[in-house]
């Protein structure tokens, strides 16, 4: 099994990726600073998101964006109340 022996090949080709059969010693550290990467360019993006993020319709039901949105920690917005829209017929489109 495994389709055979690993053939002979030049030793003075160069890739980006490490050539062939690849398998460098430290691949878990180099794996755990680009998932730190992300995490921490993931983070800068969602906090300049929740930042900037304004709303100008309050949701009719509770939403994820209201635990960090400053319209609602602010009290300048809430859930809006939909005792008057229930005897007007709704669209879907």
Do not use: C
């Not at 993020?53 to 400053?70: D, G, L, V």
């Amino acid at each position: 099994m495994g389709g055979g022996a690993q053939y002979p090949y030049p030793k003075e080709v160069w890739t980006p990726s490490g050539g062939w059969w690849t398998n460098p010693h430290n691949w878990r550290s180099n794996t755990a600073y680009a998932l730190l990467g992300v995490a921490v360019v993931g983070y800068g993006i969602f906090k300049y998101s929740a930042e900037h993020e304004e709303r100008h319709n309050a949701p009719t039901r509770w939403i994820p964006s209201m635990m960090w949105a400053k319209q609602f920690k602010s009290g300048e917005m809430g859930i809006k109340d939909e005792s008057d829209l229930r005897g007007q017929p709704t669209s879907h489109h």
